[in-house]
T-cell receptor, first 114, second 112 residues
Framework: NAGVTQTPKFQVLKTGQSMTLQCAQD?????MSWYRQDPGMGLRLIHY???????DQGEVPNGYNVSRSTTEDFPLRLLSAAPSQTSVYFC?????????????FGDGTRLSIL | GQQVMQIPQYQHVQEGEDFTTYCNSS?????IQWYKQRPGGHPVFLIQ?????EVKKQKRLTFQFGEAKKNSSLHITATQTTDVGTYFC????????????FGTGTKLQVIP
């Protein structure tokens, strides 16, 4: 099993550009989420999904869109990139059986907005 | 909203010294999870605590959940260079269902 796969690993964008960060998991996990990691601030939840067709906002959703058309994929879209969105983005998944299962993280996407 | 703070933010120790990081939540938690992130890597799950006052051990690591379920600690005995990384706690509030809040993290550097 590959686990959670994120692409790309690195990306540089100009302010105002849009892009999609890809996330795919092969563990048949119902729950998937996106976090951003900034120095001194830990991991902050952007959006999450409890299953195909169902998404909800986390702590810092502004400027990001998500969709969940399949169980495997959970892409994160930056609509109009801003320098404040420079960060490391992690996708995570877990089984939906109970609320307290451990999350499995991808390797992250390091995104710089110029 | 729920806030989870960790102290210290950074810690440098000599190899062989002990290390402790503390996790404090603004609200009561249903559970606490601990993750380790190696430099340049992604968070990896270590353990979960659920019961008030619970203590669990993994080799040199001891995890504790406070009696009021608002704080937790991770203690490493006799640190090794392989312990280098950032340690995060993560907790869910009762009724928080799918939302887990991560702590701010403690970055551990071990000097050989």
């Amino acid at each position: 099993n590959a686990g959670v796969t994120q692409t790309p690993k690195f990306q540089v964008l100009k302010t105002g550009q849009s892009m999609t960060l890809q996330c795919a998991q092969d563990m048949n996990h119902e729950y998937m989420s996106w976090y951003r990691q900034d120095p001194g601030m830990g991991l902050r939840l952007i959006h999450y999904s409890v299953g195909a067709g169902i998404t909800d906002q986390g702590e810092v959703p502004n400027g990001y869109n998500v969709s969940r058309s399949t169980t495997e994929d959970f892409p994160l879209r930056l609509l109009s990139a801003a320098p404040s969105q420079t960060s490391v983005y992690f996708c995570a998944s877990r089984t939906g059986q109970g609320f307290d299962q451990p999350q499995h993280f991808g390797d992250g996407t390091r995104l710089s907005i110029l | 909203g729920q806030q989870v703070m960790q102290i210290p933010q950074y810690q440098h120790v000599q190899e062989g010294e002990d290390f402790t990081t503390y996790c404090n939540s603004s609200t009561t938690l249903s559970n606490i999870q601990w993750y380790k992130q190696r430099p340049g890597g992604h968070p990896v799950f270590l353990i979960q605590l659920v019961k008030s006052g619970e203590v669990k051990k993994q080799k040199r690591l001891t995890f504790q959940f406070g009696e009021a379920k608002k704080n937790s600690s991770l203690h490493i005995t006799a640190t090794q260079t392989t312990d280098v990384g950032t340690y995060f706690c993560a907790g869910r509030s009762p009724g928080g269902y799918q939302k887990v809040t991560f702590g701010t993290g403690t970055k551990l550097q071990v000097i050989p």
